[in-house]
Nanobody, 118 residues
Framework: QVQLQESGPGLVKPSQTLSLTCSVT??????????WSWIRQSPGKGLEWIGA???????ISQPSLRSRTSISRDTSKNQFMLQLDSVTPEGTAIYYC??????????WGQGTQINVSS
């Protein structure tokens, strides 16, 4: 069973950079045809796809967030990371990592709550 686990700071101040890590077990992020994605859900809103990294390291991202988003990976640890620059209070959300095939997300992490507040 593929498992994903997010880790992050919990609280970030406005204008700072949010850094999250997703650790993957029982699947390699460098093989197969899946993308490894970041998704968030703000209070009272639907899911928002942020971006993803493919098995060859190719990156796709949401155009509205692209200028502030950096997605990378550590293949030695089977982890992938998200950096979101210049966060605002609107960035308060539960952040999830997931395995993606086209528009279908087959495995999800449990999510990590991120609050953006001074």
């Amino acid at each position: 069973q593929v498992q994903l686990q997010e880790s992050g700071p919990g609280l970030v101040k406005p204008s700072q950079t949010l850094s999250l890590t997703c650790s993957v077990t029982s699947a390699s992020i460098t093989t197969g045809y899946w993308f490894w994605s970041w998704i968030r859900q703000s209070p009272g809103k639907g899911l928002e796809w942020i971006g993803a990294i493919g098995p060859a390291g190719d990156i796709i991202s949401q155009p509205s967030l692209r200028s502030r988003t950096s997605i990378s990976r550590d293949t030695s640890k089977n982890q992938f990371m998200l950096q979101l620059d210049s966060v605002t209070p609107e960035g308060t959300a539960i952040y999830y990592c997931a395995r993606q095939t086209n528009s279908y997300f087959s495995f999800w992490g449990q999510g990590t709550q991120i609050n953006v507040s001074s």
